[in-house]
């Protein structure tokens, strides 16, 4: 993408960015309109369905035969987003999969606060399981909000004792509310969607009084021990990039294998915008590679 390219895509960002001073309402309704006007690939088919009593989309791509699952889980810092409005950009991670991809529509704050979206997190998952899915044919992805999440779920499915995921892959995770990573000051300039002034307020509505640093709020707190390999992607124009680096380290640090993939000069979940910007393709590419092949070493493992 040219430079000229890009200053026209962030110009467009910043002018469609959520008001700092608007409620949970009207930024619900402003991602609802967004949403709308973007119509999903003809070849993507997503119907209402539910896992565990938890309202799930299912999305289907046509020639992609669903042996494997993406759990997916949308952004929206907990508060706005619902698995519909994600299915665009969670068919492209199943498309590179191969996979079908299940989009949980998790409880959102603040009429329900922490921990009300890992349970349902955790509760898709188990149904997933019991409906005889094998977890070697299962990767967790998430963008944002949902790339903690997906994180957070999988820190207590490995405390119940439950089989894990083969693979997990977070798209600019939200993984610290209590807003303490450096680029939240350093990339406010070049960040064209979020800041501090939009997050903080958001935070009090899911934790709810309990404590932002918890490592199922937080999960660059968490002790990440026992995870599946976990790909992380960033942009370098976006405040939550510390989040990302900080993760990648408290997972390596774990023993986890993890791939820190940081693509320069591009905004917050830029593979969202992969129609029109080269780099969010291929960064999809490159995270479907990944996930492609750590389905594909459980099956050789399990098979």
Known sequence: MSSEQRQNLEAILRQGALPVDSDVSEQRRILRDLAAARPLPADVTVTA???GGVPTAEITID???PEHVVLYFHGGVYVVGDAFQSADLASQVGRRARAKAISVDYRLAPEHPYPAAVDDALAAYEALLRSGTAPSDIVFAGESAGGGLAIAALVRARDHGLPLPAAVFAMSPYADLTLAGTTMETKRAADPL????????????YAAGHDP????????FADLSGLPPLIIQGGSHEVLLDDAIRLARQAATADVQVTLDITPLVPHVFQGFYPILDEAAAALDRAGLFLSTQLGAGKLVTG
Do not use: Y
């Open 49 to 51: 369905a539910e896992l």
């Open 63 to 65: 020639g992609v035969e």
């Open 194 to 205: 979020l800041n501090r002034e939009l997050l903080q307020p958001r935070v009090a509505d």
């Open 213 to 220: 640093a918890l490592g199922l709020i937080s999960p660059v």
